[in-house]
C-alpha cells in the first residue's frame, strides 16, 4: 500500500487517539497529508511531533456549535483542499438506559449523530465543487445489531448506518463515494466505561482488536479503483459472540 495515497489530503475527526490515530499513521504512511481533528491539544501535539510535517493539527471542539461550524475553514486554513473525510469522532455509554445520565445522553448523541451528520454537510459542498472525494464513517457492529446492554449508542450507530446508505446515494453523482467500517470492541479511549471485569474477561478471550485492525479495513476502502465503493466493513474480533 506504499505510496497509494501520494498527493491526496485527508481530515480526521478523533485523530489524536484510538481509530483515528491510527489511521493518519496508515494515511500518512501511504503518501498522504493528514489533518488530524481533536479537542486534545497535548495528545496531537506529541503525534505530530513524531509523525512530521505530514500530521497537521487542527484543534476543534466539535460539541461547540461554532467551532463544529468552522470545520471545512480550519482545514482549508491548513491545506489547499481536501480529499479525503474521516468522521470517525464518537463516544460510549452502555449499561441499562433507566441508568444512563441525562446529560451523557445528549452528548453522546451530539458527537455520534448531529456531529457526523453537520460535518458531512459542511465539507460535501467542496467535494462536490472538485468533483471527487471520499467520505468514511466510523460505524459499530452495534449498529448491525440491536444490542440489549448498550441502548443509547447501539441506536446512534443504527442512525449512521442509514445516513451513510443515504448520502452515498445522494452523491454518487457527484463522483464521491460514502462507506462505513463497523468494528466490534476496538481497545481504545471508548472502553474506559466498561466494568472492569468485563475488560479484563474481552482482553484474556481474545474478544478485542487493536485500532490498527480498523485503519487497515479503512485503508482497504480508501485504496479502490474510484469505479469501486465499499459500502460497509465489519470488523470483529474472531471470538466475539454476536
Excluded at 16 to 29: F, N, P, Q
Excluded at 147 to 153: A, D, G, H, L, S
Excluded at 181 to 193: E, F, H, R, T
Aim: include cysteine.
Amino acid at each position: 500500500m506504499a505510496y497509494e495515497l501520494k498527493g491526496k489530503v485527508g481530515a480526521i475527526t478523533g485523530g489524536a487517539s484510538g481509530i483515528g490515530l491510527a489511521t493518519t499513521e496508515a494515511m500518512i504512511a501511504a503518501g498522504a497529508t493528514v489533518v488530524m481533528v481533536d479537542r486534545d491539544e497535548a495528545a496531537m501535539r506529541v503525534a505530530c511531533e513524531r509523525l512530521g510535517p505530514a500530521a497537521i493539527p487542527l484543534v476543534i471542539d466539535l460539541l461547540d456549535p461554532a467551532e463544529c461550524a468552522s470545520l471545512l475553514d480550519g482545514i482549508l486554513s491548513k491545506v489547499d483542499h481536501l480529499d479525503i473525510f474521516y468522521a470517525n469522532a464518537g463516544t460510549y455509554i452502555g449499561g441499562d438506559l433507566v441508568e444512563a445520565d441525562l446529560d451523557g445522553i445528549d452528548r453522546m448523541l451530539n458527537l455520534n449523530i448531529n456531529v457526523v451528520i453537520k460535518n458531512v454537510r459542511t465539507i460535501v459542498p467542496h467535494m462536490i465543487e472538485r468533483k471527487t472525494g471520499d467520505i468514511i464513517v466510523t460505524g459499530s457492529i452495534a449498529g448491525h445489531y440491536p444490542v440489549p446492554w448498550e441502548p443509547v449508542y447501539s441506536s446512534s450507530k443504527w442512525a449512521m448506518r442509514d445516513f451513510v446508505q443515504i448520502m452515498r446515494r445522494q452523491l454518487i453523482k457527484h463522483g464521491i463515494r460514502v462507506g462505513s467500517v463497523s468494528p466490534g470492541p476496538v481497545i481504545s479511549a471508548l472502553l474506559k466505561d466498561w466494568p472492569e471485569e468485563n475488560l479484563r474477561k474481552a482482553k484474556e478471550n481474545g474478544s478485542l482488536i487493536e485500532p490498527t485492525e480498523v485503519s487497515d479495513a479503512v485503508m482497504y476502502i480508501l485504496t479502490r479503483p474510484r469505479n469501486v465503493t465499499i459500502r460497509d466493513i465489519i470488523v470483529l474480533p474472531t471470538n466475539f459472540d454476536m
